[in-house]
C-alpha cells in the first residue's frame, strides 16, 4: 500500500499530472507554469499522498477562484474517473519518474542533459516553454514506445502504456480511497458559483456591491483632518492642509424593465430586488414596465394597464437620470422596425420602436441596456443588434453589471 | 506538547470543525510556506479558521482588519509624528527626540516580522482595500522584508509567518496576488456538518430540537429575494435564544412557527421578506 501511494505521486506527478494541468488550461482556467512548478515542490515535498491529497491540493495550488472549481471538478473526473490501482510491472517506470521529477526540481544541469539541450538554452526557456518543450518530448516519447530507446535515461520503456497518450488512457495507482476524489469531483459541487450563465439570486449580495459605485463624486473641497494633522507634524508644525472629495448629490435612476415574454421571467424580480435594496443611495428610483421595447408607453404597474406614463413626458425629468433598460433584446424586427410594430394594437401609434428608443437616448445620456442573455448570443438576434446601435448593451452577469454601472458614471 | 502537534499537522482546534479537505490546504499551505487565500460567504468560518490554527500550534495571532481607507504603510508601520513634534516643543518625556526611531510604531504587518516566535498573521476582508494595496502587500510578504523611509531602516522578518488572507468578495483578486497564493473557497456547510458545528457549541443540545433547527435555518435559507442570508453565528444565536426562552417548544418548529427570527435577518427588507416566506411554512 505504502507503495502504491508512493509510485502513485511519481508517475502521475510527472506525466499524467503534464497532462492534467494541459487539460486544465485548454478547458480556459487560467494556470499559471509557475504555480504548476509549484504543485511539482509539493509533490516533491511528499506533501501529496494519495488522489484525494491531490485534488484539494492541486485545486488549492492551481485554481485561484471558486469560478473555476466547478471547471476542475469536470477536468479532474474526466482525467481520474479510470484511476484504479497500479500494476507491479509499472514498478519500475514510477523509479524512472521519480528521478526525473528530481532532475526537474533541483538539477537545471541534469535536466539539460536529460533533455538534450545545453543547460544556458535551457535557462532561456521561459517556465511555459520548458513545459511545452517537455511535453513534446513526452509525445515523442509515446509515438516512439515500442522497443523506442529515446527516452530520458532508461531502456525505453515508457510509462505512458497501455491505452495511449491521451487522458483516461493513462493509469494512474492509488488507494481505494482514490474514488471518493473522483465521486467529489463529479458531484460538482461548484456549479452555483461557476462563471458561466447569467446572475442568480445567490449573487445578489455581490451585484449590490457593484451598484455601489454608483455614486457620484465631486471636487476636492473637503478638508481632512486626519491627514492635515500628520502632514502638519511632518513639516514640524507648518500648517499643511490636505483636501478630499466630496459627494455629490445622489443619483436619480430609472428603471424598465421588459417583462413581457416567459424568456424574462426569472430575471424581473431578481432586477428589482436588486435595485430597490439598493435604493437607499439614490435620490428617486422609477420602476417602469414594458413588454419587449418601448413604444409610446412606459408602464407603472407589471399588468401594464393601469398607469401609463407617455414616453413623450419622459423630457421633463432631468436628463442627468440614468436610464436602465433591462431586457432580452429578443423580438421579431418587425416589432422594432415597422410603424405599427406594437403586438398590443393599442399601442400602435405610427412610430417606430426603433425611433421611440433613439428618442430616450437622445434624452436621457446616461443610458444602458442591460441583457439577461449571455453576449455571445447576441449576434444571432438581429433585434438585438439594432438595439446595441442605440443602447451600449451589457450582460446581466457581475462582469457585466460592474461594465454597465462604469459606463453609467462616466462624466460625458 | 505543540511541536508534537506540529509535526502531526493540523486537525482542528476546540471549538472549530474542521473538514478533511481544508485541513490538506492548510498543511500544504504551511509546508509551501505560501500565504493562503480563503474565500467564501460570511459566516463559514473564514477568520474562525486563523484562531483555530493559532490555538493548535501555540502560536500568536495577529490580526489585521482591513479598511478600504487604509494605505499598506498603515499596516507596516507608523511614524508618530504627532508625540515627536509634542517631545520636541515641550521636551518632557524620557524620548530622544532626535532619534526617529523611537518615534515609529509598527503595525501589524511590522509586528509579525519583528516576532521572535513564528505568528498566525490573519489578514481580514482584504476586498475593502484597493488593488494597489493589495498587490504592494503581497510583495512585502514575499520578500518578507520592508524599509522604514523615515529612518533608512530594513525591517526583515525573523521568522515567516503562517499567513491566512480573507476576502467575503465573488470578485476575483488581482492576477499577481492570486500567483502568489493558495486558493479555497468555503462552500457553505452542508446540514450535516452544521449538526457537528452546533454541537461543538452546545454539547447538551436536545436531539430533536439540533434536527429542527437545523431543517428550519436551511428552509430559511432557501427564501428567494434575501440580501444578507443567515450564517453559522445566526444559527448559533438563534439556538441560543430558543434554548433561553422558557416558552418554546420544539414542536412549534416542527409546525412551521420560527420565533425570534429577527436574530437570523438583520435587514428590515429581509426580516419583512423572511417573514411572509415564513408565514408559508405553517401547515
Known amino acids: ?412 | 506538547m505543540h511541536k508534537e502537534t506540529q509535526k502531526k499537522g493540523f486537525t482542528g482546534a476546540s471549538k472549530y470543525v474542521l473538514d478533511d479537505e481544508l485541513a490538506r490546504i492548510v498543511n500544504i499551505s504551511m509546508a509551501l510556506e505560501m500565504p493562503l487565500l480563503l474565500k467564501g460567504e460570511p459566516g463559514t468560518g473564514k477568520t474562525m479558521l486563523a484562531h483555530a490554527i493559532a490555538e493548535a500550534f501555540d502560536m500568536r495571532l495577529i490580526v489585521l482588519n482591513v479598511k478600504s481607507s487604509m494605505k499598506l504603510i498603515d499596516a507596516l508601520y507608523q511614524y508618530d509624528t504627532l508625540t515627536r513634534l509634542n517631545d520636541s516643543r515641550f521636551g518632557d518625556s524620557k524620548r530622544d527626540v532626535s532619534n526617529i526611531e523611537e518615534y515609529i510604531r509598527m503595525g501589524k504587518i511590522g509586528q509579525g516580522f519583528v516576532s521572535d516566535e513564528r505568528v498566525v498573521l490573519l489578514i481580514d476582508e482584504i476586498d475593502k482595500a484597493d488593488t494597489d494595496f493589495q498587490d504592494d502587500m503581497l510583495d512585502v510578504l514575499d520578500q518578507m522584508e520592508f524599509d522604514i523611509i523615515e529612518i533608512d531602516k530594513t525591517i526583515k522578518a525573523k521568522n515567516r509567518p503562517v499567513i491566512i488572507i480573507t476576502s467575503n468578495a465573488k470578485k476575483d483578486l488581482s492576477d499577481p496576488f492570486l500567483g502568489r497564493c493558495n486558493f479555497h473557497h468555503i462552500a457553505f456547510p452542508e446540514p450535516d456538518m452544521m449538526r457537528r458545528i452546533v454541537q461543538i457549541h452546545f454539547a447538551d443540545i436536545d436531539r430533536e430540537l439540533l434536527d429542527s433547527a437545523v431543517k428550519t435555518f436551511y428552509r430559511l435559507r432557501e427564501i428567494r429575494g434575501i440580501e444578507k442570508k443567515p450564517a453559522t453565528r445566526e444559527l448559533i444565536n438563534w439556538i441560543r435564544a430558543l434554548k433561553a426562552d422558557p416558552d418554546f417548544r420544539v414542536k412549534d418548529l416542527i409546525k412551521g412557527e420560527v420565533p425570534f427570527l429577527g436574530v437570523l435577518f438583520k435587514k428590515s427588507p429581509d426580516y419583512v421578506v423572511a417573514q411572509n416566506a415564513a408565514a408559508r411554512f405553517r401547515v
Not at chain 1, 436602465?324 to 420602436?353: K, N, Q, W
Request: hydrophobic share 40%; glycine share 8%; proline share 6%.
Open chain 1, 1 to 412: 500500500m505504502r507503495y502504491a501511494l508512493c509510485a502513485m505521486r511519481h508517475a502521475s506527478g510527472v506525466f499524467m499530472f503534464v497532462d492534467f494541468f494541459y487539460l486544465l488550461k485548454k478547458s480556459g482556467i487560467p494556470v499559471s507554469p509557475t504555480s504548476f512548478l509549484r504543485l511539482q515542490k509539493a509533490l516533491g515535498m511528499g506533501l501529496i499522498n494519495s488522489l484525494d491529497d491531490f485534488y484539494t491540493g492541486a485545486r488549492a495550488i492551481l485554481v485561484k477562484s471558486e469560478r473555476y472549481f466547478d471547471l476542475y471538478d469536470q477536468v479532474f473526473a474526466h482525467q481520474f474517473k479510470g484511476a484504479e490501482f497500479k500494476e507491479p510491472d509499472e514498478v519500475e517506470l514510477s523509479e524512472m519518474a521519480r528521478a526525473l521529477l528530481d532532475e526537474w526540481l533541483k538539477d537545471p544541469k541534469g535536466l539539460a542533459e536529460a533533455l538534450g539541450i545545453k543547460e544556458e538554452d535551457l535557462l532561456k526557456l521561459s517556465p511555459d516553454e520548458l513545459i511545452k518543450y517537455f511535453l513534446d518530448r513526452l509525445k515523442e516519447q509515446t509515438e516512439a514506445h515500442h522497443g523506442g530507446s529515446k527516452w530520458i535515461g532508461t531502456g525505453g520503456t515508457s510509462p505512458v502504456g497501455h491505452s495511449g497518450y491521451h487522458p483516461g488512457g493513462m493509469r494512474v495507482g492509488g488507494v481505494s480511497r482514490n474514488k471518493s476524489a473522483v465521486k467529489v469531483a463529479m458531484d460538482r459541487r461548484y456549479r452555483d458559483y461557476s462563471q458561466q450563465g447569467p446572475m442568480t439570486p445567490s449573487q445578489m449580495g455581490e451585484a449590490l456591491k457593484r451598484l455601489r459605485n454608483m455614486v457620484p463624486f465631486g471636487p476636492k473641497d473637503k478638508v481632512n483632518i486626519d491627514k492635515t494633522i500628520y502632514e502638519t507634524m511632518r513639516n514640524a508644525g507648518e500648517i499643511e492642509i490636505v483636501f478630499d472629495r466630496s459627494l455629490k448629490d445622489r443619483l436619480k435612476v430609472i428603471l424598465a424593465i421588459d417583462n413581457g415574454g416567459w424568456s424574462m421571467e426569472p430575471y424581473i424580480e431578481l432586477v428589482q430586488t436588486l435595485f430597490n435594496y439598493a435604493r437607499a443611495q439614490f435620490k428617486d428610483l422609477k420602476t417602469f414596465f414594458f413588454h419587449n421595447t418601448i413604444y409610446d408607453y412606459l408602464w407603472e404597474d407589471p399588468p401594464r394597464r393601469s398607469k401609463p406614463l407617455p414616453v413623450d413626458e419622459l423630457v421633463r425629468l432631468d436628463p442627468e437620470t440614468r436610464f436602465i433598460i433591462v431586457g432580452d433584446a429578443s423580438m421579431a424586427p418587425y416589432e422594432l422596425m415597422a410603424t405599427d410594430g406594437s403586438i398590443h394594437i393599442e399601442e400602435r401609434s405610427g412610430r417606430p420602436s426603433y425611433e421611440r428608443l433613439k428618442f430616450i437616448a437622445k434624452t436621457f445620456p446616461h443610458a444602458v441596456w442591460i441583457n439577461p442573455k449571455l453576449a455571445e448570443e447576441w449576434p444571432y438576434t438581429r433585434s438585438i443588434h439594432h438595439i446595441q446601435e442605440i443602447f451600449p448593451m451589457f450582460e446581466l452577469t457581475l462582469d457585466g453589471l460592474e461594465k454597465a454601472v462604469h459606463h453609467i458614471m462616466r462624466k460625458n
